[in-house]
């Protein structure tokens, strides 16, 4: 059985189609904060199979470790935090203490239990703003935000851990910019609050629901002026969880793996391929940079190709389209 910590989300929901598709049973622990039971429910009927979900906090370590007890669980997939960069430079504490103190309750229950087998969600943003792209795994790191900071210092607590005990087994994926949806339309990305990233403030000026897209600046160094980064469709990032987990299951070890297609993509050339994707018209605006934004930022996705064997496949268009399915059938 594998355990998926915040299932329920936008990344977990695709992660557990992917898992019970290839024939995994799946526990999820999510408190919902920022998803809805209602994601389960629906990865079920696209499944056509049943997952076991439990509503509670991380923090709660006494019903974490009756989960252990109940369940013969032999991995662990680590999604569950809070990750709004903005937000997490306003309430620093409460990153530090949701995002870092899960984590150790999860390692501590996990130790207690004999399960060594862990994938923790990492970011690229642990690569702050990188001299040039695209980006290696040995990029150094440098993190500007608490956000990135609890993401950074869980990827060294973890290599500590495995330090002090080469028998875990133990995959950190950093993931680039994940966008799209499930290409049924069924699941997809549906903050509770107001949206943190590009797409959902794409999608919702397209249904209408905003004028117009701000971009945050257009004098960056890049090919056009707007940010560039490497946008990588959910389900291939699924994919690659289930790439890892195959690895982890069969190998020891500390290693850490860039999700992202490869290939950068600015703001504008982005909305461009919305519209011609879509048909949708996407008015923008240019307004001043955002604090903290990095001009260019995208992987070099090698060493998972070589190692893992995965490899995104879809395309941008493919990004576009399924985003906006997925907003259309459920604005
Ligand atoms: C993408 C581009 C913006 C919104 C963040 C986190 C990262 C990961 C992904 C969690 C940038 C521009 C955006 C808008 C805009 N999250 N933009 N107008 O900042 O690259 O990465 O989300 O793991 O950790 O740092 O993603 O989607 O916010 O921005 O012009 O309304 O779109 O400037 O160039 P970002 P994003």
């Keep these: 059985m594998i355990l998926v910590t915040g299932g329920a989300g936008f990344i977990g929901s695709h992660l557990c189609v992917e898992l019970l598709n290839e024939g995994h049973e799946v526990i999820v622990v999510d408190h919902l904060s920022n998803s809805k039971k209602e994601s389960l429910d629906r990865v079920e009927e696209l499944t056509g199979k049943s997952l076991t979900f439990y509503g509670f906090d991380l923090l709660d370590r006494s019903k974490l470790e009756q989960v252990f ?23 620093p504490l409460n990153y530090y203490h949701n995002n870092l103190t899960s984590t150790f309750t999860l390692l501590e229950v996990m130790q ?5 087998n862990f994938i923790f969600s990492s970011s690229a943003t642990v690569y702050g703003k990188p001299d040039r792209n695209p980006i290696t795994e040995d990029f150094p790191t440098s993190v500007t935000n608490p956000y990135g900071r609890t993401k950074l210092m869980i990827e060294e607590i973890l290599h500590d851990l495995w330090k002090s005990d080469p028998s875990w087994s133990i995959s950190i994926l950093r993931y680039f910019n ?18 943190n990233n590009i797409m959902p403030f794409i999608t919702n000026v397209a249904l209408g629901q905003y004028k117009e897209l701000a971009v945050f600046g257009d004098d960056y160094p890049t090919i056009d002026g707007t940010g560039v980064r490497d946008y ?34 600015s703001v504008l050339q ?40 995965w490899r995104a496949e879809k395309t941008i268009v493919d990004m576009c389209k399924d985003s906006w399915r997925w907003r259309e059938y459920n604005p």
């Design 270 to 309: 982005l909305v461009r391929a919305f519209e011609e994707a879509t048909g949708q018209p996407v008015p923008y605006r240019i307004i001043d940079r955002r604090e903290g934004d990095v001009a260019e930022c995208f992987s070099d996705p090698t060493k998972a190709e070589q190692q893992l064997g």
């Design 69 to 91: 007890n109940d369940h013969p669980i032999e991995a662990v997939v680590h999604l569950a935090g809070f990750k709004a960069v903005n937000e997490s430079v306003s309430m």
């Design 112 to 116: 207690q239990f004999g399960v060594k």
């Design 232 to 265: 990588i469709h959910v389900v291939d990032l699924a994919r690659g969880h289930l790439k890892a987990l195959n690895r982890t299951l069969v190998e020891t070890g500390y290693d850490i793996y860039n999700l992202g297609t490869g290939e950068g993509y």
């Design 178 to 195: 994940p966008i799209g949806a499930h290409p049924s339309g069924n699941i997809g990305e549906s903050p509770n609050d107001i949206p």
